[in-house]
């Protein structure tokens, strides 16, 4: 990986609360600060903040968006990769990444999760997800309880 850049996809929810709007912004200035590309699904909510914080600090960003539009991207996506497949997308988000940060969320960021556990490819959490198996706690996801301790982890797993 010494001749190519470190993706981090960071997913959530399109409805944050403000903490994780804040946590996402963050992130997005950390993950800038290290020279990591950030992959995101391109719209509103947790994905936004994480490009505002990104694009701050001058990172680059991409948004795999679920729609025929370029325009539906949110203002600080740099790369608006168009795919017209839905929230089908949300295979291509976490597959582009070689960790993934999740903040908050509903039921599509529950799909990329799963998406990316199967794939093998390591799930910082912040505030979002545990999943369970027969009555016991997975711990497939990592938790990280700040965005530098989320996005030092989601590094170090990505080197790794």
């Known amino acids: 990986m010494t001749d190519k850049k470190i993706c981090v996809a960071v ?3 399109g409805r944050p609360t403000s903490e ?8 997005g200035r950390e ?7 950030l992959i995101c699904g391109g719209l509103g909510g947790v994905m936004e903040a994480a490009c505002r914080g990104a694009s701050a600090e001058n990172g680059t960003t991409v948004g795999i968006l679920p729609g025929d539009s370029r325009r539906t991207a949110n203002q600080y ?18 597959k582009s990444a070689h960790a993934v940060i999740a903040i908050g969320g509903s039921y599509g960021t529950l799909t990329e999760i799963g998406h990316a556990l199967q794939s093998g490819i390591p799930v910082i959490g912040l505030n ?23 996005v030092e982890k989601a590094l170090e797993l990505a080197r790794g």
């Open 128 to 150: 979002t997800w545990v999943i369970s198996r027969n009555g016991r706690e997975d711990s497939s996801i990592i938790p990280a309880k700040t965005p530098a301790e989320a």
């Open 20 to 27: 994780e709007v804040k946590a996402a912004e963050e992130i």
């Open 77 to 94: 996506v740099q790369m608006p990769i168009v795919t017209g497949i839905a929230y089908a997308r949300n295979v291509a988000v976490v």
């Open 31 to 37: 993950l800038a600060r290290h020279d990591v590309v």
């Open 11 to 13: 997913i959530g929810g």
